[in-house]
């Protein structure tokens, strides 16, 4: 019979395209993960995937399984949950996912609240890129996200947006928009924007303005925002900064402009878990935490 240990065998390793990352996420070792894999595809009779000293890729069936197979994977996570809160007594746990352009600026300021609110439960944070947590919410890895909005999500997730991040176009201070206090798509036209490589906040800011076409400037790329702010400080580029970060501090101490974006279309931040979750309402109080925390933050 085929195990939950081998369907999660299998989400690692389409997850991961490597066997020994996989075997690192599973926390097995990799001769164990390979037999695991072995004995999946010897019980079903089909290859799951193609297998080089240099390289693995998933074949087509592999691939449907392994999607399948979050699937059955958030199932019994959500079945063992509702069986857990029956008998605790008092005490759970939350496996928070969070994107790095938000969770390092929004969550130290929320912790507190959440801690007051939720006294009994544990907290265990992880940052990762949107796809890379909704990989891990649907294979049941995880079991609340913080993310931002727009992004394609699988109808067997429920989201609750919590607040509109708008904007703040940074610049060096001796720019020709330095000295402007708000900015327009008609300054922003045909200029190139410096942007996280990788990151869903690349796409949002490219597409925060209808009508025009902002373009990202190729020449330089960066994984942080604390790296995007040092570029612009070293008069390399100009980018677009969400406002929670702002005003959680991440400029203050560089010498740059921040100009008011007019006209801009937010991202929204959202919670996101399954709807097949027995946790819905603690989530939305953990959601209602989150909110407060951000008005601490654009008060202060």
Not at 57 to 63: I, R
Request: aromatic share 4%.
């Amino acid at each position: 019979m085929t195990t939950l240990r081998q369907l999660r065998f299998l989400v690692a390793l389409d997850d991961t395209q490597n066997f020994s990352r996989a075997s690192e996420l599973c926390n097995v070792t990799q001769s164990t993960l390979s037999t695991g894999l072995k004995e999946l595809e010897e019980r079903l009779g089909v290859r799951v995937a193609e297998r080089t000293k240099q390289s693995v890729m998933m074949t087509p069936v592999g691939k449907e399984l392994a999607e399948r197979a979050r699937g059955i994977l958030s199932e019994v996570q959500d079945f063992e949950d509702r069986a857990a809160r029956e008998n605790s007594v008092g005490t759970s746990s939350i496996r928070f996912g969070t994107i790095p352009t938000v969770g390092p600026y929004l969550m130290p300021r929320a912790m507190p609240l959440l801690r007051q609110r939720l006294p009994e439960t544990k907290f265990y944070l992880r940052e990762e890129l949107t796809d890379r947590l909704v990989d891990g919410l649907m294979d049941g890895r995880l079991d609340l996200l913080l993310l931002a909005l727009p992004h394609p999500l699988p109808p067997q997730i429920e989201t609750e947006v919590l607040f509109s991040d708008g904007y703040y176009l940074a610049t060096p201070a001796d720019h020709p928009l330095g000295n402007r206090d708000k900015v327009g798509a008609d300054d922003l036209t045909d200029r190139h924007l410096l942007l996280l490589e990788g990151h869903c906040l690349q796409r949002h800011a490219l597409s925060s303005f209808s009508g025009i076409n902002l373009d990202e400037d190729e020449s330089f790329s960066a994984t942080s925002l604390s790296t995007l702010v040092a570029m612009v400080e070293e008069d390399l580029g100009i980018t677009l900064l969400p406002k929670l970060a702002v005003d959680a501090g991440i400029s203050k101490t560089h010498h740059l402009h921040l100009g008011d974006v007019e006209g801009a279309i937010p991202r929204d931040v959202a919670l996101a878990w399954r709807k097949s979750s027995p946790s819905a309402d603690t989530f939305r109080d953990v959601g209602s935490c989150l909110k407060t925390a951000r008005e601490q933050l654009a008060g202060s």
